[in-house]
């Protein structure tokens, strides 16, 4: 009976300990219907098509088509190239460098000498690294010689390459066939104003991709020569993910930020507009930004487009001219009917050059009476809409070039600064008059004949020896400094004598050709491709000795519209042709003035 | 046939098994028919298990299932997040040969895997797509998950895609641990991805593990319980019981003065009440009748002996009178004829009844020893030949040729054929009597056979009744006293033997004597047939007989009767 007992014990064990509890295995429940298909993304621009291999017809084809084939996705350049190559040398090449792309300007078309081999004669002018950002060569490009082997192999269709140097090589028309430039911000020390750094992005990536390069670039710090004067992210800022695509005009962004603190109001939206402003062209409506773990924020204003100051730059500047001396607004400019600003009538004479600048609230004036030896700088500055005394500006002596605001702050008076050559070299001062200050950079330049500011405050454009130069202004220290001046070999310009920002991506660049012709060009502001269908490719043989431009504003265009330039001392304009600024152009009538007659030193208040 | 041959081994082999089950389990089913306190508990054990494992399974089963579903609506909520978070970071690309969207699966997948609550520790998440093999699948953290996204699974999320979930086992870091696997497609512009998330259901099971040790604890001490409680109540009815039946078994063993213990006021004491009373009538009943009948059996002999003395002084004088009565007057001398003849009977029945009290007094003893039937079947038949002379009736005997020797006595062997001859001569009606006599191994058979008047249905059992007649006006001319066929039943079973009648209207009569060859032994059958032979083919079957449960081979017909 026990037996039967334990029997029955021993079932009802069974029972419950096998027949239930979590199983060990079940078979596939179905819950729902999975999420509906994406839409496919609207195909926007379709990237260019790169030329292939088999494309090429002839020896000197391939190696053109071979220098492109480094451009666009940075993360397979490499396998672009190495599709070129015959497979014994796809795998023994390994490029010294395959985090940038050497940019290369073809002095000459490849000549193919009939033996197998391309001669490539080119000049570096550059590096594209994976991170957008072009860095010029640090010296005057020098032709280099580089040969491929070009030739059919055994069983396959078309030229291989047998053998190249172990460089990824990129041509400059590549870069500007295949790259867009693109604008990310970085705030300036004092986080009074957004500056652009320019980099170039592949074509080739789609829309829905690009904020996500855009922030990785924003994380990855700002250009080189941008580096020591603009202010980095947050520190520790990283993007861990992808920024999905712009839905209904919304971007959702989410970044690890551990040193943003959740109360830190002024932070986050300098990093908003920070980020909508290197978004740009892409717009959208509302930015979720999310940090870490915290909930989203939502930004829908546009408050953001003022943190960036070339946005305030107005459609038509207002334009002046100097005729005899005075100071005079030109028609067809906004205010044509208005007296000069800052400058009292009886201090409007014996000028020989000026600049004007206004902020929210104050206007200023940097004027160079006299000529020669016993030029002098005068600034003066008043409230807007009305006059002030101008002060002679001491320290100074010798030639004097033409002044330029760098930086006018609103409110403070007193922290304008302005920057003029003198004798060959830079010079700071102040709106309030004081002795002039020596602008001190590392290394030699030549003497420095053209400086030009970006609206920004930052960015300098210098002309030094007949060469161009980038620097960064440094408001740190007592004076003003300069980063040292970063060259640029713009193409086709022998010389280069003057220079002014055109936008923030573009510099108009005056200068004389190999045969002593000067044309005005934009070319992009690290000098490596220029702007072909814009500028006055040839206007003579007269020295352009100065030129200016008023920068266009982002928003409505990536350079001026608005250039003028002197040259033989009379004013021109840059309009499709040369168009010189008479006084007929002056507003106010000017009695007993020949018809025709010239003025001299077009500038804009900016 | 070798099919047929196995069938037999089998059913050999069967045989054999059962009938060793049956030895080895023959002490439990003794103590099953003969104990209700086992069959209770036992029935208890067994209906309580049944319920509390049913009940134990269902109340597992559902909180395994409970379980379960929270888990997987957990999941489910979990995974839209995920869903949502990996459409999303796929949005930016447009074909499945982007270089980036390796990075970007690495990176969802380690996100996802990472911003896991804490508590759903050891989750995997896994992307892949079945539908793109250009797309490698990745896991995190890194584990084969060959045993838990199974085909069957791909082919609900990649194929038709389906959310769908499996819980399925995997052996990882040398641990079998169950995990529900939810898989979902995500949605891409280039088709669909599969992200799967593999949650480890260790809280549960092992939650799922202590509901049901809790379950099955908690319903084995039920159980036993229960059949504590059965045993015990079952005891407190059945010991009275018991009681009971030990009391009526010995006051049926004669130990008349055995009474019930009565405890306190219930039922039982009712009944032990009531019992006891009942032993008491009956023992006052008892006493009383075995005093009656004692009295009458003492009486009877008293009689007997008190009228033996006369009898004998009656008898001497008679036989005087007797010796003298051709001296006498015709009439008085016909009278002393009448007086002799009426003595005689007398004198006969006066024996028999003493003999009858013997019996009735325990005193008859058996004096066996072997004996051949044959002599005294013939002498029986020597002796009755003057009465069958006169009555014209041949007495026929069918004896064996060789000694019929059993173990019997004699004396009463002879009274017994004496009486059935004398009575087959008697109502003979002038025909033949046959005296048959048979034996076998173990019983030897007398039949004695007449064909007078017979016995009607009933008659064959009151045959053997004292001072039975089968027409009682009838006047006594013969000279039966009414209790030779009594002493011969009596006889007969003194010796273990049977003593049978059977007879059926104008057929006769057979009576049947069976014997045990040794002394003592048990008889089954009987040599000889209780029915005659030779009975009449067309002769209607009689009215059922009213047969003994203990008689020999069942009759076809006519009536019957034994005395054992």
Partial sequence: ?606 | MPVRRALRVARRYWVMGMRRFETWSEPARRAWRRSLQLRVVALTLVASSLLVGAFGYFVAERSAKILLSRAQAEVTASMANKVTYAIDQLTVHRSDKDSRLPLTINQTVDRLSEGDPAESGGSIVSMRAAQHPDIKPVTSPDVPTDQLITPDLVKAVSTDGKEAYQVRTARLDGEDTKFLVYGSPVPTSFGHVELYYMVPLTTEDSAANQIRTTVLVTGLALVILLGVVAGLVTRLVVTPVRVAARTAQRLSAGLLDQRMRVDGEDDLALLAAAFNQMAANLQRQIVRLEEMSRNQRRFTSDVSHELRTPLTTVRMAADLIFSEREDFDPAVARSAELLQAELDRFESLLTDLLEISRFDAGFAALDAEHTDLVPICERVADRLAGLAERVGVTIELRLPDTPVIAEVDPRRVERILRNLVGNAVEHGEALPVVVTLASEDSAVAVTVRDHGIGLKPGEERLVFNRFWRADPSRARQTGGTGLGLSISAEDARLHGGWLEAWGAPGEGAQFRLTLPVRSGDRLVAAPLPLIPRDRAPLALPAPAPATEPSAGPAPSSGAKAEVL
């Fill in chain 1, 1 to 606: 009976m026990r037996r039967r007992l334990l029997l029955v014990a021993a079932s009802v064990a069974v029972l419950i300990a096998g027949g239930c509890g979590i199983p060990d295995d079940t078979s596939v429940t179905v819950v729902k219907t999975g999420p509906a298909e994406g839409v496919p993304v609207g195909g926007a621009d379709p990237a260019p098509a790169q030329p292939t291999r088999e494309s090429a017809s002839s020896p000197a084809q391939l190696a053109e088509n071979y220098l492109q084939a480094a451009a666009g996705d940075s993360d397979t350049a490499l396998e672009r190239v190495k599709a070129f190559m015959s497979p014994e040398l796809a795998a023994s090449f390994k490029p010294t460098d395959t985090d940038s792309v050497r940019v290369v300007r073809e002095v000459q078309t490849p000549l193919y000498d009939g033996k197998g081999t391309v001669k490539l004669s080119v000049q570096q002018i550059g590096t594209l690294s994976s991170d957008g950002v072009f860095a010029p060569s640090d010296s005057t490009p020098e032709t280099e010689l580089y040969e491929l082997k070009v030739d059919h192999i055994a069983d396959k269709q078309g030229l291989y390459v047998l053998s190249a140097p172990p460089v990824l090589l990129m041509s400059d028309t590549a870069m500007r066939d295949y790259y867009v430039q693109r604008t990310i911000y970085f705030w300036n020390l004092a986080y009074t104003s957004l500056v652009p750094d320019v980099r170039y992005m592949p074509k080739s990536l789609p829309l829905e991709q690009q904020p996500t390069a855009v922030l990785t670039w924003l994380t990855g710090g700002a250009s080189d020569w941008l580096h020591n004067d603009v202010a980095s992210l947050p520190s520790n800022t990283t993007l861990a993910e992808n920024v999905p695509a712009m839905r209904d005009g919304t971007l959702q962004i989410s970044l690890k930020a551990p040193s943003i603190q959740p109360n830190d109001g002024q932070t986050l939206n300098r990093l908003v507009s920070q980020v909508l402003w290197s978004l740009r062209p892409q717009q959208p409506t509302t930015l979720e930004l999310t940090i870490g773990n915290r909930d989203p924020l939502s930004f829908t204003n546009t408050e953001y487009l003022a943190s960036n100051k070339s946005y305030q730059l107005a459609d038509q500047p207002e334009r002046f001219t100097i005729y005899n001396g005075v100071i005079r607004r030109l028609k067809d400019s906004p205010h044509a009917t208005e007296p000069v600003p800052v400058l009292k009538p009886a201090a409007n004479k014996g000028i020989s050059a000026a600049a004007m600048s206004a902020s929210a609230t104050h206007t200023y004036a940097a004027v160079i009476t006299g000529s020669g030896a016993g030029a002098r700088l005068r600034v003066g500055t008043a409230a807007l809409g009305e006059r002030g005394d101008l002060k002679a500006v001491g320290g100074l002596s010798g030639t004097l070039g033409r002044p330029i605001w760098a930086t006018t702050p609103d409110a403070d008076p007193g922290k304008a600064i302005g920057l003029i050559t003198a004798n060959g070299q830079l010079y700071s001062f102040r709106a309030n008059g004081n002795a002039a200050q020596r602008v001190a950079w590392q290394g030699t330049l030549g003497k420095v004949s053209a400086v030009s500011v970006a609206p920004d405050g930052q960015r300098v454009a210098l002309v030094a020896g007949g060469r161009l130069y980038r620097a960064m202004i440094d408001y740190t220290g007592d004076a003003p400094g300069l980063s040292s001046p970063q060259l640029l070999s713009p193409p086709i310009f022998n010389r280069v004598t003057a220079v002014a920002w055109s936008g923030e991506a573009y510099l108009a660049v005056a200068g004389a050709f190999g045969d002593g012709r000067y044309a005005v060009h934009e070319v992009t502001v690290d000098g490596a491709l220029q702007l072909g269908s814009f500028g006055l490719s040839d206007i003579g043989t007269t020295e352009v000795t100065y030129l200016t431009a008023y920068p266009a504003n982002p928003t409505q265009s990536v350079t001026s519209a608005s250039e003028s330039y002197e040259a033989g001392g009379r004013a021109w304009d840059v309009v499709g042709d040369p168009s010189e600024v008479t006084v007929d152009d002056l507003a106010e009538p000017t009695p007993g003035a020949k018809a025709g007659a010239g003025t001299t030193d077009p500038f804009f208040l900016f």
